[in-house]
T-cell receptor, first 114, second 117 residues
C-alpha cells in the first residue's frame, strides 16, 4: 500500500542529544513537510522540501535540521539547540508543491525528553 | 499574515446529534484554499475536503457538510447524526497562492470532538 511511514512511533531523548526522525513515502510525491504538534497549538511547519536536494525553513526551524537526498526520504534531526523538543512530529507529502494540493500525513513520532 | 482560528477547543455531543465545528480565517490573498482534516487517536491526519476561494458553493458528502462564506471569512463543518466513530480532533487549514511556498498549510488549533453513545 502507498503511504507515508514515520519511525519510530515513540522516541525518548536525553537532554543534549541529537535525534533523527525518519520519514519515508512511496507515493512518488515531490513535496515533503515536517510539522510539530503541541497541545492546543495546532500544527506548525518546521521545514519543507519541494524537490530533491532543496528545502526551506518553515515557521519554527530553529533547533532542527533536515536533508532531502532522495525523493522518498525526508529525515528530521532534532538538535540539542532545540530547547523544548517534547512534541508530536508529523511528516507529510503532496503530489506537487502547490498551494491547492492536499497533503498526506504519516502517523507521527512522539518525542519525549527525559 | 495568514491565520486560522478554531474557537471551540472541545465539543461533546451525544450520538445522533448534529454538530458544527467553526473555522474563521484571515488572509490578504484573494486566491487561497481551505481544508479540513480529521485526526483520529491513531495520530495521522486524514484529508476531508478542499475548497478554493472562488467557489462558495456549499458541499455535502454523506453526513458531512461544509459552509464557506467569504463575507465572514468562515468555513464551517457540520456533522449530521454524529456517530462515536466521528470522535477525533478536527483541523481547519489555509493554503495561500505563494509560488515559492508550495502546499504549506496554516492550521487552526483544532477542535476535539467527542461523541458519546
Amino acid at each position: 500500500d502507498g503511504g507515508i511511514t514515520q519511525s519510530p512511533k515513540y522516541l525518548f531523548r536525553k537532554e543534549g542529544q541529537n535525534v533523527t526522525l525518519s520519514c519515508e513515502q512511496n507515493l512518488n510525491h515531490d513535496a515533503m513537510y515536517w510539522y510539530r504538534q503541541d497541545p492546543g497549538q495546532g500544527l506548525r511547519l518546521i521545514y519543507y522540501s519541494q524537490i530533491v536536494n532543496d528545502f526551506q525553513k518553515g515557521d519554527i526551524a530553529e533547533g532542527y535540521s533536515v536533508s532531502r537526498e532522495k525523493k522518498e526520504s525526508f529525515p528530521l534531526t532534532v538538535t540539542s539547540a532545540q530547547k523544548n523538543p517534547t512534541a508530536f512530529y508529523l511528516c507529510a507529502s503532496s503530489l506537487q508543491g502547490y498551494f491547492n494540493t492536499e497533503a498526506f500525513f504519516g502517523q507521527g513520532t512522539r518525542l519525549t525528553v527525559v | 499574515a495568514q491565520k486560522v482560528t478554531q474557537a471551540q477547543t472541545e465539543i461533546s455531543v451525544v450520538e445522533k446529534e448534529d454538530v458544527t465545528l467553526d473555522c474563521v480565517y484571515e488572509t490578504r490573498d484573494t486566491t487561497y484554499y481551505l481544508f479540513w482534516y480529521k485526526q483520529p487517536p491513531s495520530g495521522e491526519l486524514v484529508f476531508l475536503i478542499r475548497r478554493n476561494s472562488f467557489d462558495e458553493q456549499n458541499e455535502i458528502s454523506g453526513r458531512y457538510s461544509w459552509n464557506f462564506q467569504k463575507s465572514t471569512s468562515s468555513f464551517n463543518f457540520t456533522i449530521t447524526a454524529s456517530q462515536v466513530v466521528d470522535s477525533a480532533v478536527y483541523f481547519c487549514a489555509l493554503s495561500e497562492a505563494e509560488e515559492t511556498s508550495g502546499s504549506r498549510l496554516t492550521f487552526g488549533e483544532g477542535t476535539q470532538l467527542t461523541v458519546n453513545p
